[in-house]
Each structure stands twice: as structure tokens, then as C-alpha cells.
């Protein structure tokens, strides 16, 4: 019984081996390899590259106030649409105690000189009249009396002005209203009633009480890497599509390439502005993030195959020709490229366009 084991467990082992064996020796011949095969095609062909950047009003205008104190009203919301000399804001004032108080002495010392040269030009008139004065004393009093009338009228405006924001003499150019100075669609207001704000001056650009601009002229702003700016320039159409705006997209024109490159991420890139043709279908908005699609290179009805045919050696490009079909058997051929849109690649020279081309491995 142990002798008919030992001989199993001898016949077991020599399977073993003889199946590795078997196995290893399938392995280790060469197998043949079965590519897809390829032909040449006529086709139009695109080089283009995408740009990314946001819509912007090409104009987009801060209004500032002109005196300064709180906000006692709003008048417009954001997305309204507002015309030049349209009142946005009123301002009240917070007058100056020193400015007040010096504005308030000037009216008082005007109305004394006033009271003064009334009373000289109320006597000389008397005078006058009963042919005690002459015409050049009567004459010389009514016009001190103008002056100091003049003089007092002013003074008391200051004080109005000083006081209030409002002239007395000219209510509607008050200081007091902020109005709109072009016509088009209020952005912003990043202020609320009650807000202090300050007048621009040499020492403060002032409160930005609201941002206007006209939303049908646009601009799309991107960036463009320093490989590809060399094959723009101004007046190349492009086309703007925008994430936010399904199914719709823009033409543009070019109008604006920067002379000097910014980094970006360790790449240097350069500032490119469009001009957008905005149609009445869609109300565009400020800060849309979009792209630019652009062609920069393109070529029409040439012959072309798949980039993955291709072999690059050095400044050469082959394609291996089929010869033979079982086996299949391939000849390389140098051939001469051109434009390529990363997916198919011109042919210019080397093809006639009836060869079949090895493609990519399908089976081994």
C-alpha cells in the first residue's frame, strides 16, 4: 500500500512539471499581432484653442458724491436702467461746526452792512427827492445798497450750502444729489440708506455710491498662453460661449492683444480683449465666466489620417503601408505632415489615399 502511494505522489510530480513546462513554453513563443487598418480621407481641418475669462462692460463707470455726509435715500436698485442726470441718491449733510459757524458770522455782518446801507439810501432818497441831495450822492447809496443786498444774498446761500448741501439759488444742481452721469444699467450700490460717505478729493478717491454701465457694449477679457499669441491679432473673429447661457453662443472680434505677459501659474500669458455683438434674445451679465473658441489655423479638403498612425522619428514622420494581408505584413513609408487638430493630421506629401495604413494594435 505505501509502495502504490509512493508511486502516485511520483506521478503527481512529474505532471506538475511536465504541464509548467508546457505552460511556460506556450508562453515564451511569439505571438502575432493584429492591428486595425487605416485609410486616408479627405477632410477640412481646424487648429484652435480655447481661451477662458469673464464678460465685462467695456465701460463701467463709479459715481462718486460730491459733498460728503449720509445717505438719506435711494432712488434706483440694482438692474435698473437710468439716463445722464437721473437722480440716484440724496446725501444729507453733516455740516462742519467751524465751517458752520464761520458761514453764520458772514450772514450776520452782510445783514448789518445790509441794515446800514438801507438806512443811507433811504435818507438820501429822501434827500433826493426834496432836491437837498444830488443825483451822483442819490445815485452813489442806491448802489452800496445793492452791494450790501448782493453781499447778504450770498452769504445767507453759503450758510444754505454749508448747512443743508442745497444752494438757495439753484436747487436742482444741489450737491446733496448724486444723479447718473451716462445712460445704461446700474451693477451696484454698495451702500445703504444711512451709510456715511466721503467726497472725492487729492487725499481720498471718495464713496462709490454706485457702478453704471451700458450692458450693449461688451467686451470679453481672457488670457492667452505665450505659445499660441503669435498666431493672433486684431480683428480674428471668435466665438463666446457662456456656461451660464445654454444652446447660445456670440460672435466676437479681437480688438485688443497685450504688449506685455503676466504669470499665471509659473506660464506667461498675455491679456486679450473681443469685442461681443450683443442681440437683444439674451440679457448678457456682468462677471459671466465664458470661453473663447478660436481658429487659428485651418485648411480645407486636404488628404489626412489619425495622428496615431503616424511615426515620429526625430524631424521624420512614417506610416507603415499594408503589403500582405494574411499575415499581415506592413512597409514603412516616409511621408511629409502638415496641420494637425489633434486628432487627424495632414498629409502632404507620400499618399495618394488608396493605401491601407497599420492602425492602432486590436488583438494578439
Not at 168 to 185: H, K, M, P
Not at 266 to 292: C, H, M, P, W
Request: one cysteine or more.
Amino acid at each position: 500500500m505505501k509502495k502504490f502511494f509512493k508511486i502516485l505522489l511520483w506521478v503527481v510530480i512529474a505532471l506538475v512539471f511536465v504541464g509548467t513546462f508546457i505552460f511556460l513554453f506556450n508562453n515564451s513563443k511569439p505571438k502575432e499581432s493584429h492591428y486595425a487598418i487605416v485609410t486616408p480621407d479627405t477632410i477640412d481641418i481646424e487648429k484652435s484653442t480655447v481661451l477662458t475669462g469673464k464678460i465685462e462692460p467695456r465701460d463701467e463707470i463709479a459715481i462718486k458724491p460730491q459733498i460728503s455726509g449720509i445717505i438719506s435715500e435711494i432712488c434706483v436698485e440694482a438692474g435698473d436702467i437710468v439716463h445722464e442726470g437721473d437722480v440716484i441718491a440724496k446725501i444729507k449733510v453733516i455740516p462742519d461746526e467751524q465751517s458752520l459757524n464761520s458761514a453764520q458770522n458772514r450772514v450776520d455782518v452782510a445783514k448789518l452792512s445790509l441794515d446800514q446801507s438801507k438806512l443811507e439810501y433811504d435818507r438820501a432818497k429822501q434827500l433826493y427827492d426834496k432836491k437837498f441831495a444830488s443825483r451822483e450822492e442819490y445815485e452813489q447809496s442806491y448802489t452800496a445798497y445793492l452791494k450790501a443786498k448782493q453781499e447778504y444774498d450770498a452769504a445767507v446761500d453759503n450758510l444754505s450750502i454749508v448747512r443743508d448741501g442745497v444752494s438757495s439759488v439753484n436747487a436742482q444742481s444741489s450737491n446733496t444729489l448724486v444723479r447718473a452721469t451716462i445712460d445704461g444699467q446700474i451693477l451696484e450700490i454698495p451702500v445703504k440708506v444711512g451709510s456715511s460717505v466721503i467726497q472725492a478729493n487729492t487725499m481720498n478717491d471718495g464713496t462709490t455710491v454706485a457702478t453704471i454701465a451700458d450692458m450693449t457694449n461688451l467686451l470679453f477679457r481672457g488670457n492667452v498662453d505665450e505659445t499660441e499669441v503669435g498666431l493672433l491679432h486684431q480683428g480674428m473673429p471668435t466665438t463666446i460661449t457662456i456656461g451660464a447661457i445654454q444652446d447660445k453662443s456670440y460672435d466676437a472680434l479681437i480688438e485688443y492683444i497685450a504688449p506685455k505677459s503676466v504669470e499665471q501659474n509659473g506660464a506667461n500669458t498675455f491679456e486679450i480683449k473681443a469685442a461681443i455683438k450683443v442681440d437683444g434674445d439674451v440679457q448678457l451679465r456682468a462677471g459671466y465666466s465664458a470661453n473663447a473658441a478660436v481658429t487659428l489655423q485651418s485648411v480645407e479638403g486636404v488628404l489626412a489620417v489619425p495622428e496615431g498612425v503616424i511615426e515620429w522619428v526625430g524631424d521624420s514622420t512614417y506610416v507603415y503601408v499594408l503589403t500582405t494581408e494574411q499575415p499581415q505584413a506592413f512597409e514603412r513609408k516616409s511621408v511629409v505632415t502638415g496641420l494637425s487638430d489633434g486628432v487627424n493630421i495632414e498629409v502632404r506629401s507620400g499618399l495618394s489615399g488608396g493605401e491601407k495604413l497599420r492602425g492602432n494594435i486590436i488583438n494578439q
